[in-house]
C-alpha cells in the first residue's frame, strides 16, 4: 500500500443547528486522486476548506505526511511551511488573480515569498511550461486571458511551491468542455509527473471517473458512501449514490422517475 | 405554421471584423423541443435573445426572426411588448438574478398581466395560483420571499411566470445549469409535462450536450455564430458528422466512455476580431485540407435521413471515423 499523504479523521463543523460536516473521514494516499461528489449543502466544499486551512473543524484532525495541520506553528517559517503543504484551486480563476498582477508577475510574488533570495525566472518559465503556456501569456494580465489560460495560470500557481496536495473546487465546472477536457488532461500529465495528490471536489459524475482513482459520496454533511471510483459508478451500494448516477442526463433518461426517486429517498 | 422561423439571421457588432451570427436558419415547431447547442462565444445566447428583440446596443440585424408568423426584428415596441409579456418567454439561468428579492412571489407573478393585460388583482392571482400548482408549487408560494424559496422552487416560480402571458414559444437559456443534478431531473421532468399540457414549443439554449440528447426532439449545433449541424437529437449524437460535433462528444468526460486521456479540442474558437475566410473550424480540425481555410461550407442536407444537414467539406470522412 502506498503511504498516506493526507488524512481526515472525524471531522465535525456545524453552523448553529446546521451540521455542515458530519463525522467526515478519509485519507489520500501519495500521488493518488480522491474525488469528493455531492450536490449543493453535501457540505463538500467545507470539507475542502478544513482542509486547506480556511475554515476550522469544531473537532477532528487533519494530518499532512504526519503532522497534523492544526498543531500551533511558531513563526513566520513555519507559517509558511504549513502553506505549502497543501494548495487550492478555485472555481473561478478570474477571482483568485489580482487584474493588476500579469501572470509571470503573479508567479513571483509567490516564489519570493516561500523561496526568498533565488533566481526565479527559470522556475517561471519552467511552471508555465508545465501548464502549456509560453513567454507571451507570462506578460499578460489576467484580462486579456481566456477562462482555460486563466485557470492553468492558477494551477501554475498552485504548484509553485510544490505542495504536496492539491485541493480542486469545482476548478473545470466553469470551462466549456473543450477546454475543461484541456484541463483534465493537464491535470492527469501533472499528477503523472509530480506524484502530486489531488483532493477533486465536484458533482460532475463524469469528472470524477476521468480523474479520481478513489470517491466519496457526501450528503447532508455525512459520507454517504466510499470507495474505489470504478467501484462506486458501476455498483453503487447507495440509494443517494445511484439517484445521482440515474441524475446524468444520456439519452432515453427519464426525469419523471428520477424526480420521484427524488423525493422518496 | 412553426413556432418559431429564424431565416438568415445575420447580427454585426461595432467594432467586429465578422457578424456575430452568420447566416442561422432555426425553426421550432408547435410542442416540439428544441435544443440549441454551442460552447462561449457560439452565438447562442444572443440567438435566443434576438428572438425577444433583444439586441446588444448598436447591433445591426438582417434576416428574419418570425415568432408565430410575425417578424419580431420589424415589430414596433408597442408589438415587442406585446411578444415579450405573452407570446413567448424567457427562463434565465440563474433564477436569484430574475426576481426582485424585496417583493413577494405573487407579485412577481402577477405585475406583467395587471400592468399589461390590464387585469383584475383576483383574477391574476387567480391564474397565478394555477400556474404554480402546474409547477408543482401551492398557493402558499404566493406570499413568500424569494430569500425562502430553495433554488429549484425558484426556478419553478421562474418557469410559473413564464406561462402566466400563455406564451406559444419558451426560450430556455441554460435553466438548470445554476442547479444540482437531481433538481435538473425535476426542472426538466415539468418542462417535459407543460409541453404536453400547454402545447408550447421550447427553444432550450444548453453547452451540455447529454442534456439537449435526453431532452429534445432535434438539435442545432453552433460554432462562430454559424449552424454547423442540426438533425433529430438520437441521430446527431450517435452519428456527429461535423467534426466539432464529434470532438465535442469526444471531449465530454462521460459514464459511458473508456477512462484515460479525453479528446480535447486543441486551440480556441475565432475571434470576432478577424475575419473568416472559410471554414470557421478549420484551425482546430483535424480534417482540415486546403478547401477548409479557402472556402466556407454550406450547410446541406445529408443522405443520412430527413431534417439532417451538416455544413463540413468532408463529412463522410467524419462519418467512417468516428465510432
Redesign the interface.
Known amino acids: 500500500m502506498r503511504k498516506t499523504v493526507l488524512e481526515a479523521a472525524g471531522l465535525h463543523r456545524s453552523y448553529g443547528s446546521v451540521r455542515a460536516v458530519d463525522d467526515v473521514s478519509f485519507r489520500l494516499s501519495e500521488g493518488g486522486s480522491l474525488g469528493i461528489v455531492g450536490?449543493?449543502g453535501s457540505g463538500k466544499t467545507t470539507t475542502a476548506r478544513i482542509v486547506v486551512g480556511l475554515e476550522h473543524a469544531d473537532s477532528g484532525r487533519v494530518v499532512i505526511h504526519g503532522r497534523d495541520r492544526g498543531d500551533r506553528r511558531r513563526g513566520r517559517a513555519e507559517r509558511l511551511a504549513r502553506a505549502r503543504e497543501v494548495q487550492m484551486v478555485f472555481q473561478d480563476p478570474f477571482l483568485s488573480l489580482d487584474p493588476r498582477t500579469t501572470v509571470g508577475g503573479a508567479l513571483r510574488e509567490t516564489l519570493r515569498l516561500h523561496f526568498p533570495g533565488a533566481d526565479h525566472g527559470r522556475r517561471i518559465t519552467e511552471l508555465l511550461d508545465q501548464v502549456g503556456l509560453g513567454a507571451r501569456e507570462s506578460d499578460a494580465l489576467p484580462r486579456q486571458l481566456?477562462?482555460?489560460q486563466r485557470q492553468r495560470v492558477a494551477i501554475a500557481r498552485a504548484l509553485a511551491v510544490e505542495p504536496a496536495v492539491l485541493v480542486l473546487d469545482e476548478a473545470v465546472a466553469a470551462l466549456?468542455?473543450?477546454?475543461?477536457?484541456?484541463i483534465?488532461?493537464l491535470l492527469?500529465e501533472i499528477r503523472a509527473e509530480t506524484g502530486i495528490g489531488y483532493l477533486f471536489i465536484t458533482?460532475?459524475?463524469?469528472?470524477v471517473?476521468?480523474v479520481t482513482d478513489e470517491v466519496i459520496v457526501m450528503r447532508h454533511g455525512r459520507i454517504v458512501e466510499s470507495g474505489p471510483t470504478?467501484r462506486v459508478?458501476a455498483a453503487p451500494e447507495h440509494p443517494y449514490t445511484r439517484?445521482?448516477?440515474e441524475?446524468?442526463?444520456?439519452?432515453?433518461?427519464d426525469?419523471?422517475r428520477?424526480?420521484e426517486a427524488?423525493r422518496a429517498l | 405554421m412553426n413556432t418559431l422561423d429564424i431565416q438568415a439571421l445575420r447580427l454585426r457588432l461595432p467594432g467586429t471584423a465578422r457578424p456575430v451570427l452568420d447566416g442561422v436558419d432555426l425553426t421550432v415547431g408547435a410542442r416540439e423541443t428544441v435544443a440549441l447547442v454551442g460552447e462561449s462565444g457560439s452565438g447562442k445566447s444572443l440567438t435566443s435573445r434576438s428572438v425577444l428583440g433583444l439586441l446588444p446596443p448598436g447591433a445591426s440585424a438582417r434576416g428574419t426572426v418570425r415568432v408565430v408568423g410575425d417578424d419580431v426584428l420589424a415589430m414596433s415596441p408597442g408589438q415587442l411588448r406585446v411578444l415579450r409579456t405573452g407570446t413567448a418567454a424567457m427562463i434565465f439561468q440563474d433564477p436569484r438574478a430574475a426576481v426582485n428579492p424585496m417583493r413577494r412571489v405573487g407579485d412577481f407573478l402577477t405585475e406583467s398581466l395587471r400592468l399589461n393585460a390590464r387585469m383584475r388583482k383576483e383574477a391574476a392571482e387567480e391564474r397565478a395560483v394555477r400556474m404554480l400548482e402546474a409547477v408543482g408549487l401551492t398557493a402558499a408560494a404566493l406570499r413568500a420571499y424569494p430569500g425562502q424559496l430553495s433554488g429549484g422552487m425558484l426556478q419553478r416560480v421562474v418557469i410559473a411566470a413564464a406561462l402566466m402571458g400563455d406564451p406559444a414559444l419558451i426560450l430556455a437559456d441554460e435553466p438548470t445549469t445554476a442547479l444540482d443534478v437531481t433538481t435538473q431531473a425535476e426542472v426538466v421532468a415539468l418542462l417535459g409535462e407543460l409541453r404536453e399540457s400547454f402545447g408550447t414549443g421550447l427553444l432550450f439554449v444548453t453547452h451540455d450536450l447529454g442534456l439537449a440528447a435526453a431532452i429534445s426532439d432535434r438539435v442545432y449545433v453552433m460554432y462562430a455564430g454559424r449552424i454547423v449541424e442540426t438533425g433529430p437529437a438520437d441521430e446527431l449524437f450517435a452519428r456527429p458528422r461535423h467534426p466539432y460535433t464529434a470532438a465535442l462528444l469526444d471531449s465530454t468526460p462521460r459514464l459511458d466512455a473508456p477512462r484515460g486521456r479525453l479528446a480535447a479540442i486543441e486551440g480556441r474558437p475565432p475571434s470576432l476580431r478577424e475575419e473568416l475566410a472559410g471554414c470557421p473550424f478549420a484551425a482546430r480540425c483535424l480534417y482540415a485540407t486546403d478547401v477548409c481555410t479557402r472556402q466556407a461550407p454550406a450547410l446541406l442536407p445529408l443522405a443520412d435521413g430527413p431534417a439532417r444537414l451538416a455544413s463540413c467539406h468532408h463529412g463522410d470522412l467524419v462519418k467512417e471515423n468516428h465510432r
Open positions: 450536490e449543493s481566456s477562462g482555460g466549456d468542455v473543450s477546454v475543461q477536457a484541456q483534465l488532461n492527469g458533482h460532475d459524475l463524469g469528472v471517473r476521468c470504478a459508478l439517484l445521482l448516477l441524475s446524468v442526463p444520456r439519452p432515453g433518461w426525469p419523471r428520477i424526480a427524488r
